[in-house]
């Protein structure tokens, strides 16, 4: 793919404002709106695909996601960190799953304090069924790629997230 083919509009248009932006930092700023707005567009497919489709959001699927990858289920402490959400943002979320069934709360053993989430066998399999759903419509998205460029593609991004970790801040905390 060349720089030339766009498909959807980028943020800011792909648009820098600042002049005094030296080539390498205003290349990296582009670069970075570009990953930006293509997550944006991908996530915004996915989530209307998932209220459509299933009458769910996002947040719901990716809890189901992670506690399908849990057989024993994951504390509310776990799970808040495995979707790098605070507890707070997942408790309403977790009371929504309990109320339609797909998941069910038990006390830790030994730790009455401690709640455990895991996915009801019915939440278990309405899951399975979105997410392979949900694969078909990112494999859908990603289709203009060549298996080759995929791979390349995802093995820069690996380098980009290792250079992002190097680059650490207290904004990270």
């Known amino acids: 793919?060349?720089?030339?083919?766009?498909?959807?509009?980028?943020?800011?248009?792909?648009?820098?404002?600042?002049?005094?932006?030296d080539s390498e930092t205003r290349e990296a700023v582009r670069l970075w709106l570009r990953l930006?707005?293509?997550?944006?567009?991908?996530?915004?497919r996915v989530r209307r695909g998932l209220a459509?489709?299933?009458?769910?959001?996002?947040?719901?699927?990716?809890?189901?996601a992670a506690l399908d990858r849990a057989e024993q289920g994951l504390s509310m402490g776990a799970l808040g960190r495995?979707?790098?959400?605070?507890n707070g943002n997942i408790t309403g979320l977790v009371q929504t799953l309990v109320r339609d069934g797909d998941v069910r709360l038990s006390?830790?053993?030994?730790d009455r304090r401690t709640a455990i989430v895991q996915?009801?066998?019915?939440?278990?399999?309405?899951?399975?069924?979105?997410?392979a759903t949900h694969h078909g419509w990112i494999a859908e998205l990603l289709g203009g790629l060549t298996g080759p460029d995929r791979a390349a593609l995802l093995k820069q991004?690996?380098?980009?997230?290792?250079?992002?970790?190097?680059?650490?801040?207290?904004?990270?905390?």
Not at 36 to 44: D, G, N, R
Not at 82 to 86: I, N, R
């Open 36 to 44: 930006l707005s293509c997550t944006m567009v991908i996530e915004k």
């Open 107 to 110: 006390n830790a053993p030994g």
């Open 82 to 86: 495995a979707l790098l959400v605070s």
């Open 52 to 64: 459509e489709q299933f009458q769910t959001t996002l947040p719901r699927f990716d809890i189901l």
């Open 119 to 131: 996915l009801t066998p019915e939440g278990r399999e309405r899951f399975r069924a979105m997410a």
């Open 157 to 173: 991004l690996g380098g980009l997230q290792a250079s992002i970790a190097a680059a650490g801040t207290e904004f990270d905390q």
């Open 1 to 21: 793919m060349t720089d030339s083919i766009v498909t959807f509009r980028e943020k800011h248009d792909g648009e820098l404002g600042d002049a005094a932006l």
